[in-house]
């Protein structure tokens, strides 16, 4: 019976399904017909995998094919069937043994000259093929990808003859190396200092805060303060992600398209979209749900320069992310769920005109202005910051005294080791039980914060925000109970407030 199954997978977001190629050759007039929901690119695999076979010194059956992708009810697109699809007819019209393709599985886009050709989105493939431990046949072109997760039982393949001769067993494909080792990546040469940045004490000391308790910050004040250069420097706060973090981070950037290198694996990412991103662009979709800039920053920064001219409707797609860690997109073709655990750094200017200071904008005006920003996403914000003009004298100042971002760092990772001993997550993701239990907080030291939360008019969100900034406040200082001097500090980094209530006034 002319029939081959072969072996396969799927772009499904991060997922990977499997996917068979079943091929079946019948007597008929000649056909190719291509079954199973695949997309205008599958159906196009016909016309390339004819001319490779071709090109390839290989016959082309003169049957009626047929070629079904199971799961039928699975979307299919993009050239990655090509490869598949040419086994399978190969081994259907027995130009290569049946027995040779079990146990493998194969992805990979045609040339027309039979060359095999790079495919996009495969780090998923090669994670879920390593648990199963089958042979995977990935383009020669996808090596970093297969170098990034270490798994041995990957072959390249660079051409269908040299493939077939493979299938044979007369000749072996090239794998990654058995030997591979890690190193430790080079810092870059131009490496952003916090020590660069003149004054502006209380903004860095908000940006600790915000690294080692993984918080969102909000920074308000005229142009040039700066805003975005603080911003640019909380990556030398943060510590690298564990490989599995970095695993999970690089498969979504693989679907995305954007592969991240080996010297990058394990570095957190910094996103910063342009003002004038759409809805889809910052949260994900389109008509095949792809990752947004909200999933591609996952485990690391989202930074939101001049927030107040993004759209309104735009940021309040970020209010149900922030508090859950991933987003769902719903679509006809499918309904897939992207992890976005992101840090929200955001700058903007406290009015229209730039200052509140001798500003040219009335109080209505500042108002209107400040009400882009919706109450309930501006209640995501842990902190939010004033971030001033430089006094008189500051910019030829000696600044020699000012702390590195190496020095910082390593209170930071201190407390964030305290806060994931004590309670296995970092103090921004606490529950309100775990602030409970594990807060170390006085009675009335809470009561004092209550009181504080509503003479402020703030929320019970808000409530929980600021014990969880004080916490880590006490982590930084080394201190194992919550006392009320950092309760204070945490009610000082509360700008936006101040400055609302300034203008009812």
């Known amino acids: 019976m002319a029939i081959a199954c072969v072996t396969t997978r799927a772009s499904f977001g991060v997922d990977a399904p499997t996917v068979t190629v079943e091929v079946h050759l019948s007597n008929g007039l000649p056909a190719f017909n291509l079954v199973g929901l695949p997309e205008a690119s599958v159906k196009e695999a016909k016309e390339r995998v004819r001319s490779a076979l071709i090109n390839a010194g290989f016959e082309f059956p003169m049957r009626r094919i047929t070629v079904n992708l199971a799961p039928a009810d ?70 970093e990808d297969a170098e990034l997760v270490g798994f041995e039982n990957v072959r390249f393949a660079t051409h269908l003859q040299s ?19 890690w190193l430790s990546p080079d810092k870059p040469i131009a490496e952003l200092c916090m020590s660069e940045v003149i004054g502006q004490y209380q903004a860095k000391q908000a940006l600790e ?92 920064v989202l930074f939101l320069d001049e927030v107040a001219e993004f ?12 508090e859950t860690g991933e987003i769902s997109i719903s679509r006809a073709a499918a309904k897939l769920t992207f992890a976005s655990r992101f840090q929200l750094i955001a700058a903007m200017n406290p009015s229209p005109c730039g200052d509140t200071n001798n500003a040219r904008s009335s109080n209505e005006q500042i108002q209107r202005y400040l009400s882009k920003l919706s109450g309930p996403f501006l209640d995501r914000f842990d902190l939010t910051i004033d971030v001033p003009k430089l006094p008189l004298g500051a910019l030829n100042s000696n600044n020699n005294q000012a702390e590195t971002s190496a020095e910082i760092a390593q209170r930071v990772n201190k407390a964030r080791e305290l806060q994931l001993a004590r309670t296995g997550v ?29 003479q402020l008019g703030l929320s019970v969100r808000s409530y929980h925000r600021l014990q969880r900034v004080a916490r880590t406040i006490a982590d930084l200082k080394q201190d194992a109970c919550v006392d009320r001097s950092h309760i204070a500090q945490a009610l000082g980094y509360r700008a936006m407030d101040r400055l609302l209530a300034s203008l009812s006034r």
Request: glycine residues 8%.
């Open 311 to 322: 759209p309104r409707k735009v940021l309040d797609c970020l209010r149900e992310p922030m």
């Open 74 to 143: 699975l979307p299919k697109q993009g050239g990655r069937y090509d490869l598949p699809i040419a086994i399978g007819i190969l081994a259907a019209s027995k130009q290569v043994p049946l027995e040779s393709i079990k146990h493998h599985e194969f992805v990979g886009e045609l040339a027309l000259s039979g060359h095999v050709r790079y495919c996009q989105g495969v780090l998923p493939v090669i994670v879920e093929s390593s648990k199963l431990n089958s042979i995977l046949v990935l383009p020669i072109d996808n090596r």
């Open 163 to 181: 493939l077939a001769a493979y299938l044979h067993g007369q000749s072996q494909l090239p794998s990654i190396d058995v030997d591979l080792e």
């Open 426 to 454: 970092l103090n921004s993701e606490l529950s309100g039980k775990q602030l409970i239990q594990d807060g170390q907080f006085a009675e009335k030291d809470l009561a004092f914060l209550e009181q504080s939360v509503t």
């Open 209 to 300: 805060i915000a690294a080692a308790g993984n918080h969102n910050l909000l920074m308000l004040g005229p142009p040039g303060t700066g805003k975005t250069m603080l911003a640019s420097r909380i990556m030398q706060l943060l510590p690298q992600l564990d490989y599995h973090e970095a695993l999970e981070v690089a498969a979504i950037h693989s679907v995305a398209g954007q592969n991240i290198k080996p010297a990058s694996f394990y570095r957190r990412p910094f996103r910063s979209p342009h003002h004038t991103c759409s809805a889809i662009s910052l949260v994900g979709g389109g008509a095949q749900p792809k990752p947004g800039e909200i999933s591609l920053a996952h485990r690391g």
